[in-house]
């Protein structure tokens, strides 16, 4: 078996879990390598199809950063505060709260690594603060600065056991490689290999038999074959493991790495499905939190299928990225029978009864505006607008997966944890290989900041190790909470 034991820190994955972690052991004048399962032409994870960040901002940041925001106003409070509400609590405090006070500064870090950012948000309507960014560059940008202070990216590498010492500590991976099984051997390893949601079985598994059907809207590669070798290896298994990032996505996007392919500005319309019936709260919140866990609800209705209708004056706030154009007609009816629903003439119904139930004031496409339905069996909360204005535009939609919730149990130093919350020596752990911070639902860009911060956490406290800053007898297991 081929042997290579020339690094001081060795990453697996190339996402921006990965990237973060390999930029900034290296940055730090580190001998760095890098696994990565894809082909170098499909490298980067889910990150690669991916478009932004959150991040929290004030006056203070934008001095101190140099950078602008969407809004202004969305402190690191205000963060912590839509990643509980959206968790419905349930979220790991700690690991939350680390993770809003180190965006900014990390995504200022990312700035310096030479990453991109587009301010003008992508989505339309209500939303927190954001940056964008396109994620094939992204990818391309930080593996260049990672090489440049001397990284090595191995590509069609997977690796599928981690090896450990005599003491237990983490000593090196070992992965199949074009020229077989190949054991790299390191000081310290850093594990940010995305998430089980591209494995059919694993969807199957832990979401419903019909969940192998499901579009996969990120790298075919994430099949989690990282996490079931940190487990193998002792690591915890937590978080929602039957809970998931599921998004509204276009009906004909492709079965796999479409990318967004969403449909923005739901929000304002109604959604139906093939009975003809509303079955969710369009207006509930904002679409970036809303959006990434109605996939899944529309997933579970007939055909697993739903449709978008709007009128004339509502068509502003529609933002499509799928490879369908809309339907368009006189009536609703024309437009849901085009659009393969199954039962339009109810469908056409239930717009009319959502009409009469309309009594909107001013309406702020940008605020929670309060404009809500009356009497309906599912109200609409707010910017309830009457659809009676043809043309009509038809959109049909369906859900995508974009991650998994579960994934091993880390600390707030990125360091993994074994089933008594002991940490493992020498390994860290990042992204959506981990577990414990995303349950039920997800403020939208929060998963790509989470990968950021906790990758170049991981790289920064491998690196106190390996200088000797961190004495192994200093690494205390967590204990009750």
């Known amino acids: ?202 969807r199957t598994r832990y979401y419903g038999s019909d969940y192998d059907a499901m579009k996969v809207r990120g790298s075919r590669y994430n099949t989690g074959g990282a996490i079931d070798m940190l487990i193998d290896a002792g690591a915890n298994a937590v978080g929602q493991w039957g809970g998931a990032h599921m998004a509204l996505i276009d009906s004909a996007s492709p079965d796999v790495e479409g990318g967004a392919n969403r449909v923005d500005g739901y929000q304002y319309g109604v959604l139906l499905n093939n009975d003809g019936e509303r079955f969710f709260d369009e207006g509930e919140d904002a679409r970036a939190h809303t959006y990434a866990k109605l996939g899944r609800i529309i997933f579970e209705e007939p055909g697993h299928t739903a449709y978008i209708v709007i009128d004339e004056p509502l068509k502003q706030h529609i933002r499509a990225t799928g490879p369908s154009d809309p339907v368009v007609g006189d009536s609703v009816e024309a437009v849901l029978e085009e659009l393969g629903c199954e039962n339009p003439d109810q469908g056409a119904a239930t717009v009319e009864e959502f009409n009469a139930a309309c009594d909107p004031d001013e309406y702020d496409p940008d605020s929670l505006d309060g404009n809500r339905t009356e009497g309906l069996n599912i ?36 360091r993994a944890l074994d089933t008594v919350e002991r940490p493992i020596s020498g390994l860290y752990v990042a992204g959506n290989t981990t577990g414990g911070l995303f349950f039920n639902n997800y403020p939208g860009g929060t998963g790509l900041t989470n990968a950021a911060v906790y990758g170049k956490i991981a790289a920064e406290n491998a690196v106190e190790l390996l200088e000797g800053n961190t004495p192994e007898s200093t690494a205390e297991p967590l204990g009750e909470k």
């Open 379 to 414: 109200n609409k909360s707010n910017w309830a607008l009457p659809i009676d204005e043809p043309p009509f535009y038809g959109y049909s939609v369906t859900g995508g997966i974009t991650f998994g919730f579960g994934g091993v149990a880390t600390d707030t130093k990125a």
């Open 1 to 202: 078996m081929n042997i290579i034991d020339d690094h001081e820190v060795l990453v697996v994955g190339c996402g921006i879990a990965g990237l973060s972690a390999a930029n900034r052991a290296a940055e730090l004048g580190h001998d760095v390598g890098v696994l990565e399962k894809a082909p170098k032409e499909h490298r980067g994870g889910h990150t690669r199809f991916s478009e932004s960040f959150r991040v929290p901002s004030t006056e203070a940041d934008i001095e101190q950063y140099g950078y602008e925001f969407a809004i202004g106003d969305y402190t690191p409070d205000d963060f912590y505060k839509d990643i509980m509400k959206q968790t419905d609590g349930r979220a790991d405090t700690e690991l939350a709260r680390t993770l809003v006070d180190n965006a900014g500064p990390t995504v200022e870090w990312l700035t310096k690594r030479g990453v991109n950012w587009d301010m003008e948000p992508l989505n339309v309507g209500y939303t927190v603060a954001r940056t964008f960014f396109d994620g094939e560059e992204l990818v391309a940008d930080l593996v260049e600065a990672a090489e440049e202070d001397g990284a090595t990216f191995y590509y069609r590498t997977e690796a599928t056991e981690l090896l450990v010492d005599e003491r237990g500590t983490a000593s090196g991976i070992r992965a199949r490689t074009d020229d077989g099984l190949v054991e790299y051997q390191a000081d310290v390893i850093i594990v940010g290999a995305g998430g089980y949601e591209s494995s059919e079985e694993k």
